[in-house]
């Protein structure tokens, strides 16, 4: 059964544009402790939506993870782990900060609790209603 998470971005370092160009591309940059042993918990088929941080805020992009985590082959810090991500399609409508935190179905989804947590994970029925808020469902 596949998990669901949310990764952060900033747009204009990298955007879910640029994954839409790319297609398949390797996530990496995480560093925060929390956020790691998060990605390192994803797994082949789990489903990801991408989120903006900067001016927008907002989630933006459907993606799933195609590789299992592995060493980042940028760095030389045995600790720093990377997936490969696909994207799937840009959401048919953002889903903002400010429409997550009015919904208490997502009281407790770590953008809204751990702001600058840049992986967490998203129970289905969270996922459920971003999709739906999106018109992606």
């Not at 992009?61 to 990377?82: H, M, Q, R």
């Amino acid at each position: 059964m596949a998990n669901y998470w949310l990764v952060k971005t900033e747009p204009s370092t990298y955007s879910y544009d640029d994954l839409e160009r790319a297609q398949t591309a390797v996530w990496d940059g995480v560093k925060n402790p929390v956020a790691l042993r998060n990605l390192r918990s994803m797994h082949p088929g789990d489903q990801v939506l991408v989120y903006h941080t900067g001016d927008e805020k907002a989630v933006v992009g459907w993606a799933t993870v195609v590789s299992a985590p592995y060493a980042d082959p940028k760095k030389k810090d045995s600790k720093l782990f990377v997936i490969d991500l696909k994207a799937q399609r840009r959401l048919p409508q953002p889903v903002t900060l400010a429409q997550i935190k009015a919904d208490r179905t997502f009281i407790d989804l770590p953008i809204v609790r751990q702001g600058r947590l840049s992986v967490s994970p998203v129970t289905a029925p969270q996922w459920s209603k971003l999709l739906k808020l999106a018109g992606a469902a």
